[in-house]
């Protein structure tokens, strides 16, 4: 079983001014003659990690990783004004411009796959390639399936848990996002803290012996709350099956769509119907695989993606 690249510290590291009031941090590292590729984390509101750098041969990539809107180092922490898949991409925009790349690849995960597909989209001439893990594709379907009526189901007992905090409403989304933006404090506390534990279970659901680590603070549980349910109270500023209706404005990339078959959080029909919208894809089910990049069998299959595709491109 392979291991990732070796730990290693960035070699620069800047806020930049984006206007609206944010600050987009950034960090990058690896060779800077390298492939760039930048990191896309979920969520929405996850941040990165220094980890993240470890999924590319710090020889042969410029790997970039970027906290978006609201999230990680970005400033206003959990902030949601002017914050859309829309000024996203904007953001990304601007680093890319800002660090004098001209093409890079895009390697996201969950969120950080949608958000992937709408920049490739939406600047099909500055992609490279494509690595997208766990796929989400903010379907209303895929929605559902997470917030309310699916993977429920195969958890029960976590789910029971879950209402017993927030009721069962008619329309669940809508009430966890008014809850948290409410003006009851304790209301929406518990809220975030109900969610951040049901969540993490659906996340986690493939993996074994998952011990606790210890409460959250409630700044950060508050933050990454308030951001998931801002996108999806707002169908994640798209309109309904998008991604998979504007595949055609995809640039002819490599593409190496990852996917575990144990996937709770973003399930393997996702990957399958992505696929079947990209010609000359590359899909990798895996088997007893879940959703987190850190299992692993999706370690190593990440791993194997970056190396290959550093086969395929030339840093642009």
């Not at 680093?95 to 969120?111: A, N």
């Amino acid at each position: 079983m392979r291991s990732v690249y070796p730990a290693s510290n960035a070699n620069r590291a800047e806020s930049l001014d984006v206007g609206d009031g944010h600050e987009i941090y950034f960090e990058e590292g690896g060779n800077p003659n390298g492939i760039p590729v930048v990191f896309l984390h979920g969520g929405p509101g996850a941040g990165c990690k220094p980890s993240h750098r470890q999924f590319f041969a710090p020889e042969r990539y410029r790997s970039v990783l970027v906290d978006q809107r609201g999230a990680g180092r970005s400033k206003p922490y959990g902030g949601t004004q002017a914050n859309s898949t829309q000024h996203l991409t904007a953001d990304l925009e601007r680093i890319r411009e800002h660090l004098g790349i001209d093409k890079w690849v895009l390697f996201g995960g969950s969120w950080g796959a949608a958000l992937a597909l709408y920049y490739a989209q939406t600047f099909p001439q500055k992609v490279l390639g494509m690595i997208l893990r766990g796929s989400f594709l903010a379907r209303r379907r895929d929605v559902d399936w997470f917030f309310s009526e699916g993977a429920n189901r195969l958890l029960p007992r976590g789910w029971d848990t879950f209402k017993k905090v927030v009721g069962e409403p008619q329309d669940m989304v809508s009430h966890l996002h008014d809850t948290v933006f409410g003006d009851d404090d304790d209301a929406a506390e518990a809220v975030a803290r109900a969610w951040a534990q049901w969540s993490g279970e659906v996340v986690c659901y493939a993996i074994d012996n998952v011990g606790g680590q210890g409460e959250e603070a409630l700044s950060s549980v508050m933050a990454k709350a308030r951001l998931e349910f801002h996108y999806a109270k707002n169908a994640y500023f798209m309109r309904e099956n998008q991604l998979l209706e504007d595949a055609h404005k995809l640039p002819n990339v490599p593409t190496i769509i990852v996917h575990g078959q144990r996937d709770l959080t973003c399930t393997p029909d996702a990957a399958w119907a992505l696929h079947q919208a990209i010609s000359g894809s590359t899909l990798r089910i895996l088997r007893t695989a879940g959703h987190l990049s850190s299992e692993s069998l999706m370690t190593e299959a990440l791993l194997d993606a970056a190396d290959e595709m550093a086969e395929c491109v030339t840093p642009g």
